[in-house]
Every structure is written in C-alpha cells, then in structure tokens.
C-alpha cells in the first residue's frame, strides 16, 4: 500500500514552453501532498505544501506563478512548470501525506520523481 | 526551525561489512525521525521512522536506527551490508503535532557497498 506515481517520469522540453508534472496517490487519499525539487547530488528542497480544495502554500524564494499547483482531489496534485528554461532542469519529487494509514498521517510517501530538461 | 547534518557524504564499505550512518538534528520542538533512502533514479522510499515508543527501530531488510534524545541523533546501522543496499540515504525530521508534517532533509550519505 501507499503508492504515489508521477507522470512523466522523464521530460524534455524547450525554453519558454510549459510543463505538467502529475502526482497521484493510488491506494489512498491524500488530503496534504508536497512538491520537491532535488538538484544532482543534493538533499530536496521543499517548494511548496498543496491542500486538496485549496492554494497551495510556497516556501521562501519559490515563484508561485512560476510553478502553478492544483490540488484538485484527494488522489491527484499537478505541478506546471511555466515558461520553462534551463535553469528550471532538475528532478521534481512529490510526495503525499496519508491520512488514514497505518503509517499514520506523519509519514510521506515519495513519488519516482520526474526528471525535466529545458533546452 | 529544524536542521539535519549526515556528517558523511560517502560511505563505502565491502560487502558482509557493518555499516553506520551518522544522522544529527537540531530543533526546537520534538520531532518525528525518519530515514529515507534513493536508488538511482528514482524517487525516495521510506527506510524506517522513529514516532513514539522504543527508541530502536528496524526496518525489514536488515536496517535499524536508533533515537538518542540526549544526542539528538539517530545514526542508521546495518551489520552486515549487501551489494543492492549502494544508494542514497537521508535523515529527515518533522515537527510533532504541527508544522504541517513538513520534512527537512539532511544531505545525503552516498552508501557505496563494494565486493
């Protein structure tokens, strides 16, 4: 159980065109779920915290309008990447908090992570 | 505001070899532990956690952890370590009971398990 997919897993885009990131829980729902940027060889950096039904909550130094979240349903959260360029190319993690589990609701359950190149 | 130091960036080690990886915290409120560990490629899966009750925890294949409250540590140990376990591990923390579950991460210790 507590299975989180991404789609895609790998993206290649060009520089000033925008890009979906899919994020889906599929055995459980999902009220909390967070979106992760790893660059190579680095620890993830939060980027923000996205609540079903509502907006998302970003951390310091991350641009809202850059990086659109909807968290439309207990099951699904998507990141759109807009305007990409080649400074946005890193691995995008999301995660989902359980909320019902066995886990408990303080465990994260890590996506495969999508790995998006602007060119 | 929490941090987490894995003092380590690369472990290598043979295989058959015990294995320890050093994981330090600080916070001002307690906090949940976890270990999180990465293979190439791919995206984090949970190792163990540490919420309430024994301080050692275990993991199904062979990994333990244990919290040290007066350290604030929670250092990852293997006894005797196999090929597939080369990847990524992270120490990761969250606020109890608040905070919105959010995790901070340490940076990394590379495990690198050779014949």
């Known amino acids: 159980g507590a299975v989180v997919s991404q789609h895609p897993s790998r993206v290649i885009c060009k520089s000033g065109t925008s890009v979906k990131i899919e994020c889906r829980s599929l055995?459980?729902?999902?009220?909390?779920m967070f979106w992760y940027r790893q660059f190579p060889k680095q620890s993830l950096m939060l980027m923000a915290t996205?609540?079903?039904?509502?907006?998302?909550?970003?951390e310091q130094g991350v641009e809202k309008d850059k990086f659109l979240i909807n968290h439309a349903s207990l099951t699904l959260s998507t990141l759109t990447v807009t305007s990409a360029h080649p400074e946005d190319s890193s691995f995008y993690i999301c995660?989902?908090?359980?909320?019902?589990?066995?886990?408990?609701?303080?465990?994260?359950?890590f996506g495969p992570g999508t790995r998006l190149t602007v060119l | 505001a929490q941090s987490v130091t894995q003092l380590d960036s690369q472990v290598p080690v043979f295989e058959e070899a015990p294995v320890e990886l050093r994981c330090n915290y600080s916070s001002s409120v307690s906090v949940y532990l976890f270990w999180y560990v990465q293979y190439p490629n791919q995206g984090l899966q949970l190792l163990l956690k540490?919420?309430?009750?024994?301080?050692l925890v275990e993991s199904i294949n062979g990994f333990e952890a244990e919290f040290n409250k007066s350290q604030t540590s929670f250092h990852l140990r293997k006894p005797s370590v196999h090929i597939s376990d080369t990847a990524e591990y992270f120490c990761?923390?969250?606020?109890?009971?608040?905070?919105?579950?959010?995790?901070?991460f340490g940076t990394g210790t590379q495990l690198k398990v050779e014949l």
């Open positions: 996205s609540n079903e039904g509502s907006k998302a909550t970003y």
């Open positions: 540490y919420l309430s009750g024994s301080t």
């Open positions: 055995d459980f729902q999902a009220t909390t």
């Open positions: 995660s989902a908090r359980s909320s019902g589990l066995a886990g408990g609701t303080d465990t994260q359950y």
């Open positions: 990761a923390v969250s606020p109890r009971g608040g905070g919105g579950n959010k995790l901070t």
